[in-house]
C-alpha cells in the first residue's frame, strides 16, 4: 500500500492535500483496495458547504456503498467530474487522476487534526 507524505489522512481513510487555502480530497489506496472495483461515485455541488466529519459523497463498488466523510470544513470548489464517466480512476489512480472535490477550507486547524503517512499506515496496521 501507498500512503504518500505530504498528505493528511483520516480513520475513514480520505486523505487531504492543503495547497494555498485549498484542499483536494480523494480516498486512500487501502480504501479503494478495500472496496474493489469502484462503479460509481456520488459528489456534492460545487458551492455545497460541509463541516469536518460530515458525508460529502458516496462511492460505489462491487462489493459495497459507503459515504464519504470530509476531512475538513468549506466549500466545494470543484469537483472531479471525470469520475462521473470514469470512476475505476479512484482505483488507478487514487492520489492523482481519482481525486474528488476540492475544498476552500474555513478552519485550518482542522488539518492539524488529521493523521500523518506514518500515523495512518500504522493505523492500517492495528487494523490486521
Do not use: R
Amino acid at each position: 500500500m501507498e500512503y504518500p507524505d505530504g498528505l493528511h489522512y483520516t480513520k475513514d481513510h480520505e486523505w487531504a492535500l492543503e495547497e494555498e487555502g485549498v484542499v483536494t480530497i480523494g480516498i486512500t489506496d487501502y480504501a479503494q483496495s478495500e472496496l474493489g472495483d469502484v462503479v460509481f461515485v456520488e459528489l456534492p455541488e460545487e458551492g455545497t458547504v460541509i463541516k469536518a466529519g460530515e458525508p460529502f459523497g458516496v462511492v460505489e463498488s462491487v462489493k459495497s456503498v459507503s459515504d464519504l466523510y470530509c476531512p475538513v470544513s468549506g466549500e466545494v470548489l470543484e469537483v472531479n467530474g471525470d469520475l462521473e464517466g470514469e470512476p475505476e480512476l479512484v482505483n488507478s489512480s487514487c492520489y492523482d487522476a481519482g481525486w474528488m472535490v476540492k475544498i476552500a477550507v474555513s478552519n485550518k486547524k482542522e488539518l492539524g487534526e488529521l493523521l500523518s503517512a506514518d500515523q495512518y499506515a500504522d493505523y492500517i496496521k492495528s487494523l490486521k
